[in-house]
């Protein structure tokens, strides 16, 4: 059984650098009656907009709402958007001092259109090559100075927006390692195979079969995935790999010893978001010292929740702690 109030206490106050693509969440929300006479499209009647944080800044917000210290560390343009940006991560007690700030970006909005409780549309206003080599170079400093300070974990939050590029990956795992600072990672393709060396690699059933160029189906043929798992781990030497398998649950390996956690049966609205969280409680998890059972358990929760609110939003601790408390006595 695990002991809520330690585990939670734990989480308390734990410095954790995230590091990658920010961006912004912007929601146009109304309701929709009718059929445009122009084309055959919804006419959304707007209620409302608004913004929230996004990308590797929701990440950020997880660990806030679990009452850890997250650092956010990126590059953004320097733009009206990268303003808004600075306000509301000021309005979450985060500041943006870790944000480098470029005439040669832009910053990252995604705009969702939300009528009648359903997706309709999504607006990337977005920018994707590798960030220069003086945007990386103030990136790294940036970082070096936070673990000369004191940090608990980095987190890489890859949205292959080119913030995490293959000297910055390198880099701050040295500069990790070399600290003895918990490094996670929650990757996407491009960069897959470069986060060599770290603590714990997070992909999904997607990403590990793209990332590999390995093709199995997990239903039929979990020997294969099990294989693709090892493959991953004799080409980024990382010590734990963490799955995640949709509707199957997750799946969490260190050496010798593996664990399934099966999926809980939820009521899906929006899977938006649940690898945040997952990467967040997964990481303050590891840093409390749990065993690779209890994380991927707990992480597998909280990622189930939050798909049950529609949006980018992250977890309720209090309600996380009722469900693990139901599920896992």
Do not use: W
Not at 89 to 106: E, I, P
Not at 147 to 161: L, M, P, R, T
Not at 202 to 212: A, S, T
């Amino acid at each position: 059984m695990v002991d809520l109030e330690k585990l939670f206490q734990s989480f308390e106050g734990k410095k954790i650098v995230v590091i990658g693509d920010v961006m912004i969440d912007a929601y146009t929300i109304g309701h929709v009656s009718r059929l445009s006479p122009e084309a055959p499209v919804p006419v959304v009647n707007l209620n409302h907009s608004e913004y929230r944080l996004g990308g590797a800044a929701n990440v950020a917000l997880n660990l806030i709402a679990l009452g850890a210290h997250p650092i956010i560390c990126s590059v953004v343009g320097n733009d009206s958007n990268a303003e808004i940006m600075s306000e509301l991560l000021q309005s979450t007690g985060m500041h943006s001092a870790g944000l480098v700030k470029s005439n040669a970006r832009k910053t990252t909005v995604k705009t969702r259109i939300i009528a009648n409780s359903q997706q309709l549309l999504r607006i990337d206003d977005e920018q994707t090559n590798l960030i220069n080599r003086d945007e990386e170079n103030q990136l790294i400093t940036c970082v070096e100075k936070l673990i000369e300070d004191g940090v608990d974990a980095i987190i890489f939050e890859d949205y292959n927006k080119g913030v995490l590029s293959p000297k910055v990956i390198d880099q701050v795992i040295k500069l990790a390692n070399s600290n003895g600072v918990i490094t996670t990672v929650d990757p996407k393709k491009d960069q897959f195979l470069s986060y060599k060396n770290v603590t714990l690699f997070k992909p999904n059933l997607k990403e590990l079969k793209e990332g590999l160029n390995f093709s199995f189906d997990f239903t039929k043929d979990r020997n294969a995935f099990e294989q693709a798992v090892h493959l991953l781990e004799e080409q980024i030497s990382c010590k734990v790999s963490f799955v995640t398998l949709s509707e199957h649950g997750v799946f969490i390996k260190q050496q010798d010893k593996k664990f399934y956690a099966e999926a809980h049966l939820r009521s899906i609205a929006d899977v938006s978001g649940a690898g945040d969280t997952v990467i967040a409680v997964a990481t303050l998890c590891l840093c409390a010292g749990r065993s690779i059972q209890e994380i991927a358990e707990i992480a597998n929760i909280a990622g189930g929740l939050v798909c049950e609110e529609i949006g980018v939003v992250s977890i309720n601790k209090e309600r996380l702690k009722r469900e693990i408390q139901t599920l896992l006595g």
